[in-house]
């Protein structure tokens, strides 16, 4: 068995690792790039169970910082900007495995006779059923820029971690933010409760549904704050939280597809939606525009929480997203709006999801 070398004090364990990476001459460059490992090790709390997996993540970490500097020189063309974050250290792959779990929900026909609700098609439907928020004027015309964190009505972002249940933190979401736009005050309600409890119909970390998820909500007369059932990153049994108030008693759950239809519903609450979330583009995501590349293929849950247009007439969404607040901006981002056809960028307008109260 070949000797461990965690033992060895830093310097001289760089050196031999860079002469084991490239065994003919150990580079400045490569002294930097280990060096540079090591500041992101530090700043992420990372550790490794061996020097092979060590050295495994110190190649994935390289090849993710040159993808990150490679198109940060294209940067003014692109319209965005990449950077490292807490998952520079995983290939695609890996990232993909952890950190999306949507499910796509059932065609139409299907959807309908299961109960699922009305999917509005057109600008008449269910963006004018009931009353309308407060804060907009029914009257007034569409602003062309519009925020609900400007409103107060989005919780930060948030962090499934590890688990694959970015469903239950944009089912959460819509909730947190409709509950606050209905008169109520804006609370962390808990994700985790949704993760152990309701089962019937989801798959914990591996996958779940936005619409499913709503419905147990509705079911249980609201959701119970995230300080009475705390996020654990994993399944685990279902707890009795007893008499603990409930926030957010829904009504009722409704789909939304097409972007200028989901621009419409936007106005009245967030709204969570399903993108292709696959690429190094959006792993490693810092700011700007989002483009792509991605399919229509969705396999994550994210949440609408308003639009705009840039000063050059580019239309975007500004979405919330649950890799936490080092992620993008503080874990939010732009995404292309009114480019990309009848299913939007990656997917982002075939399925919308949002409860009623």
Known sequence: MAPSLAWLPLPLLLLILCAMLHPTAASGGDLLMLDRFHRWMMAHGRTYPSTQEKLHRLEVYRR?????????????????????????????????????????????????????????????????????????????????????????????????????????????????????????????????????????????????????????????????????????????????????????KITGVRRVRGEPQMKLAVLDRPVGVLIDAHGDVLQNYKTGIYKGPCTTQQNHAVVLIGYGVTNTGEEYWILKNSWGAGWGQNGFFFMRRGADGAEGLCGVAVWGTYPLM
């Open 64 to 248: 993710n910082v040159e993808f990150i500097e490679a198109s940060n020189r294209e940067s003014e063309r692109l319209g965005y900007e990449l950077g490292e974050n807490e998952f520079t250290d995983l290939t695609n792959e890996e990232f993909m495995a952890r950190y999306t779990g949507a499910a796509v929900p059932m065609e139409d026909g299907d959807a309908m006779a299961g109960g699922m609700g009305t999917i509005i098609t057109t600008v008449a439907g269910d963006v004018n059923e009931g009353s309308r928020s407060s804060i907009l004027d029914l009257n007034a015309s569409a602003p062309q820029n519009f925020d609900w964190r400007d409103h107060g009505a989005v919780t930060p972002a948030k962090n499934q971690g590890g688990c694959g249940c970015c469903w239950a933190f944009a089912t959460v979401a819509t909730v947190e933010g409709l509950n606050k736009i209905k008169g109520g005050q804006l609370l962390d309600l808990s994700e985790q409760e949704l993760l152990d409890c309701d089962v019937a119909d989801q798959n914990g970390c591996k996958s779940g549904y936005i619409e499913e998820a709503l419905k147990w909500i509705q079911n249980k007369g609201g959701a119970v704050t995230e300080a009475t059932y705390p996020y654990q990153a994993r399944q685990g049994l279902c707890k009795n939280v007893g008499s603990a108030t409930r926030v957010g």
